[in-house]
C-alpha cells in the first residue's frame, strides 16, 4: 500500500525559517538574561541603600525605591527598543503598523497619566512629605499611606480614604505636621479670653498648668503664653505647647482644652470666650472641676 506524502516542501521552509532566526532569538535571549539580571542587582542595591548598608550621599534612603522605580522602568524600555527589531516579524509592515497604532493610541490617551507622572517626580524628589506624615493637601487632612508616580492615598481622621492626583497636589498648598515634629516639635496653641481684673501672671501660670497636664505636651520645650490683644472687655491669651505626636494632634487639643477649664475652675477664674456682657443678679456661678486638683 502507498504512504501518504507529507508536505515535505512545507516543513523544510518552518525549519529554515527557525533555524535562519536562531541568531536573532539568541541575541533577545541574551538581552532578556542581561535585562533581567540587571534589574536584580539594582533592586539588591536598593534594599541595600535603604536599610543604610550603602549610604550614598547624593541619595537619601527614602529616595531609593522610588528611584529604582524610574530606573526600572527605563531599563525596561531600552532593551524593548534594542530586541525589537530581533523579534519575529518585527521587520513587516503590519508589525510595524501595529506599533503606530499602539504608540499613537497610549500618546492620545495617557495625557492626564504623563502629567501625574511628571508630578510624581517631582513630588518625590523635592520631599514633600513621607509615608506616614500627617498632612494637609488642599481641604484633606490625614496620614500619608501611599505614594506613587500617579498618586497620593491619605487616610483622613475620620478613617476615610482618598486619593489625590500627583497634578493636583503640585498646584496646591501642602502642611505637613509632621516634618518639624521628628526634630523641633510641633506648636499647639489655643486662645482664650480673660477679663482685665484677672492678673495677666497668674493667667499665664493656669494655661500652662494645664499644658502641663496634657498627655502629648512635651515639657522640653516649655509651654509659653503670648498675649495677643487688648480687646475692649478682656485680654486674648496664647498658649503655645510643644508636641512630638503630630498624628494626634485632634485629640491632644481636645485634652489641652479639657485642662484648661478644670485649671481655671479650680482658680475660680472665669473664661470669657467668647465675650459677653450680662447683668447677673447674685454671685458668678463656676463650673466644678472634673479633674484632679493641683
Not at 172 to 184: E, T
Not at 238 to 244: G, I, K, S, V
Request: neutral net charge.
Amino acid at each position: 500500500r502507498d504512504l501518504p506524502s507529507f508536505p515535505t516542501r512545507r516543513s523544510s521552509g518552518i525549519w529554515n525559517a527557525i533555524l535562519n532566526y536562531l541568531p536573532s532569538g539568541g541575541f533577545v535571549i541574551i538581552v532578556g538574561f542581561i535585562t533581567h539580571y540587571l534589574l536584580r542587582v539594582l533592586a539588591f542595591l536598593t534594599r541595600a541603600v535603604e536599610q543604610g548598608d550603602l549610604p550614598i550621599s547624593w541619595l537619601h534612603p527614602e529616595m531609593a525605591r522610588p528611584t529604582y522605580q524610574l530606573v526600572r522602568i527605563f531599563v525596561l524600555i531600552f532593551a524593548l527598543v534594542v530586541v525589537f527589531p530581533y523579534l519575529p516579524g518585527g521587520q513587516s509592515d503590519a508589525f510595524k503598523g501595529v506599533s503606530i497604532l499602539l504608540g499613537l493610541l497610549i500618546s492620545v490617551g495617557s495625557g492626564s497619566s504623563i502629567s501625574n507622572v511628571l508630578a510624581g517626580i517631582m513630588i518625590t524628589y523635592m520631599r514633600h512629605y513621607r509615608i506616614g506624615d500627617r498632612v494637609k493637601i488642599a481641604d484633606t487632612l490625614g496620614d500619608v499611606l501611599e505614594k506613587s508616580l500617579l498618586g497620593t492615598r491619605i487616610r483622613t481622621i475620620k478613617n476615610v480614604e482618598v486619593v489625590i492626583p500627583n497634578s493636583s497636589i503640585l498646584g496646591s498648598q501642602i502642611l505637613n505636621y509632621s516634618a518639624m515634629a521628628r526634630s523641633r516639635g510641633l506648636v499647639l496653641h489655643t486662645t482664650v479670653t480673660i477679663g482685665y481684673s484677672t492678673p495677666w501672671p497668674q493667667v499665664q501660670e493656669l494655661l500652662i498648668s494645664a499644658a502641663k497636664r496634657t498627655n502629648a505636651i512635651v515639657a522640653d520645650p516649655a509651654p509659653y503664653v503670648l498675649q495677643t490683644s487688648l480687646n475692649d472687655f478682656h485680654v486674648s491669651y496664647e498658649l503655645n505647647a510643644f508636641t512630638e505626636s503630630p498624628n494626634v494632634f485632634e485629640f491632644t487639643y481636645s485634652e489641652l482644652h479639657q485642662n484648661i477649664q478644670d485649671t481655671f475652675a479650680e482658680a475660680g477664674v472665669e473664661i470669657m470666650s467668647p465675650g459677653f456682657l450680662a447683668i447677673r443678679k447674685g454671685p458668678v456661678q463656676l463650673p466644678e472641676p472634673s479633674g484632679p486638683t493641683v
